[in-house]
């Protein structure tokens, strides 16, 4: 690689990672916890714990957990409705002032669907974990909190590019994880920094392209309204207003003979960012670990419950649901976890590294 080829990149490189540093130690340092969000959960007391009942006690109807959860929180109307991952008979609900309130103005909570008693979820609603969360996906800024983090993910991939580039022509003078023990104490942080950066190549590309991914959330869930919903809900464009929703009874059983071999995973209300004013939105997911967070919905009238469309999955939205649980490791349980935790913190080292080489550079340059 020429000089002017290799200063240019090492311009580059320096910026760029300089830019974007602070925002990483963030993201790195509130994403360490949220690897083990649910033994963090469990360990604080966070999980919601159901009422032992005998195992064949039958569960209310749909209808009527929607009943209980609007006595629960009078003047409010349901949003969704969805099912616990851990325990068979708990019904997440999520209930706010409108249909169309925000996700963060929304109140969370679990039902029993064996007797329909609420148990609230402080880890949804406030808790450390939601902190964390909020803090990692947009620093409690809303929107421009996430463009801001996905522009910092975009100038990360561009300093791994960089980095790389600049380390092959090195890797030909030194044999593979050489630390010059006997150089400088800045050679062997250098020598450090590009070994780990190496280590963590492939890992740090798929935290930051699924980070940005998962940053774009809001766009990507709006170019789906814009396309496959509004071209699903077309016959309904000019129909007068839902006066009379249908009961919720049986909109498991409807969903189940349209999209056969699948799981219910949530149910969107009529009025919400993932329905229409007109339908229930059935999303329903493979069942195995992978197509799990691969969702279809089944658009179901909300007045007739006539099945009107059962969705193909976008390729982008595919991408959001495949990028947020790899982002956080959730995809081979407690080893990939681990082994997110270690390469979270090595990366960490490598952004503190990169700090103190440009420091200690910039120094050398003044005197």
Known sequence: MKSRTIRRWSFIHTWTSLI????????ALTGLPLIFHHELDHLLG???????????TPQLNLEQL?????????????????????????????MAATAGTEPNASHTFMLDARTGATVEMPSANGGLTLFLLRLHVDMFAGLPGKWLLAFMGLLFGLAIVSGTLLYLPFMRRLTFATVRQDKS??????????L?????????????VTGVISACADLIIAAWRNDSLSAMI????????????????DLLKIAAAAAPGMQPDFIAFPGTRFSSEH???????????????????????????????????????????????????DYGGMPMKILWALLDGLTIVVLGSGVYLWW????????
């Open 279 to 329: 339908h229930y939105a059935v999303f329903m997911k493979g069942s195995t670990h992978l197509t799990s967070h691969l969702l279809t919905p089944v658009l179901i009238d909300a007045s007739s419950l006539a099945v009107t469309a059962i969705a193909e999955r976008p390729w982008y939205m595919d991408a959001m649901g495949m990028s947020q649980p790899l982002h956080f490791g």
């Open 20 to 27: 974007c540093t602070l925002f990483l130690l963030l993201l």
């Open 234 to 249: 077309e016959p309904y464009q000019h129909a007068p207003p839902l006066t009379l929703r249908a009961p919720a009874n």
């Open 196 to 208: 780990i950066g190496v280590v963590t190549l492939t890992w740090a590309l798929v935290v930051g």
């Open 66 to 94: 929607v009943a209980k959860a609007q006595a629960h929180r009078p003047g409010e109307v349901m949003q969704y409705l969805a099912w616990d991952e851990d325990d068979p008979h708990g019904v997440i609900a999520i």
């Open 360 to 367: 200690v550079r910039r120094k050398a340059g003044k005197a």
């Open 185 to 194: 104490t800045r050679l062997r942080w250098l020598d450090l920094h590009n």
């Open 46 to 56: 966070n999980e919601p714990e159901l009422q032992q009942m005998p195992a064949d």
